[in-house]
């Protein structure tokens, strides 16, 4: 079935550094969405595209949907400790409406 | 957006018993999807539940173990039947913003069986 490889697993970094996550797969998406999990919370949307090469910002995050329509990119810039948490990509296969969720990337951030 | 409320929030069970999670959402929404969140991984669709028509479910998911009711456009139901210690997970209801594919999800029933 389709599947998307999420990377890094996990990241533990310094306040006030940049942070890269990516998502990719062998299959070709529409859209492709970010989210973020807090413990104990479901997961809150960050941002959607819909387009491909479509850079687009919420704040100090950006994402980027890839040219081939099989990868997407989440950079969040001078990262701060509310930042913490599990980042997911989503894709929508088909127009389907249903989601399909990459492994998540536990982000740490040190004070 | 929409406000989505789940209720219970965690519960305990004992194996062999089952479990109804309700979901609440404060505006009317055509689809709602339930999705599975087993410890430390990422989340799983199980069902679509449409009004006025059964749910769809996805592979590996049945009606047996996992039945869905969608009385009208602002609730529904998923009951874990007949529970094992590997239904331990957190279950997640979810609606999308009208006309996109961006979803809105509560914020989850804590289930651990025993």
């Known amino acids: 079935g389709q599947q998307l490889n999420q990377s890094p697993q996990s990241m533990f970094i310094q306040e006030g550094e940049d942070v890269s996550m990516n998502c990719t ?6 859209t492709w969405l970010w989210y973020k999990q807090d413990p104990g919370e479901g997961p809150v949307l960050l941002i959607a595209l819909y387009k491909a090469g479509e850079l687009t910002s919420n704040g100090r ?18 990262s701060i400790p509310s930042d913490v948490g599990i980042y997911f990509c989503a894709a929508v296969p088909s127009n389907t409406g249903k989601l399909i969720f990459g492994q998540g990337t536990t982000l740490q951030v040190k004070p | 957006s ?9 519960d305990i069970c004992q194996r062999g018993t089952s479990l109804t999670i ?18 430390g991984q990422s989340l799983t669709l199980i069902a679509t539940a449409n009004q006025g028509s059964e749910a769809t479910y996805e592979s590996g998911f049945v009606i047996d173990k996992f039945p869905i009711s969608r009385p009208n456009l602002t609730f529904s139901t998923l009951t874990v ?7 331990s997970s957190i279950y997640l209801c979810s609606v999308p913003l009208d006309n996109t594919f961006e979803q809105f999800f509560g914020p989850g029933t804590r289930l651990t069986v025993l």
Do not use: H
């Open chain 1, 25 to 30: 797969s062998s299959s070709i998406f529409n």
């Open chain 1, 61 to 78: 995050l950006t994402a980027q949907f890839g040219i081939t329509r099989k990868d997407s990119f989440l950079n969040i810039s001078a």
């Open chain 2, 2 to 10: 929409a406000v989505i409320s789940q209720k219970p929030s965690r």
């Open chain 2, 22 to 39: 309700q979901c609440q959402v404060d505006s009317q929404v055509t689809m709602m999807f339930w999705y599975r969140q087993q410890p």
């Open chain 2, 81 to 87: 039947s007949n529970m094992s210690p590997e239904d």
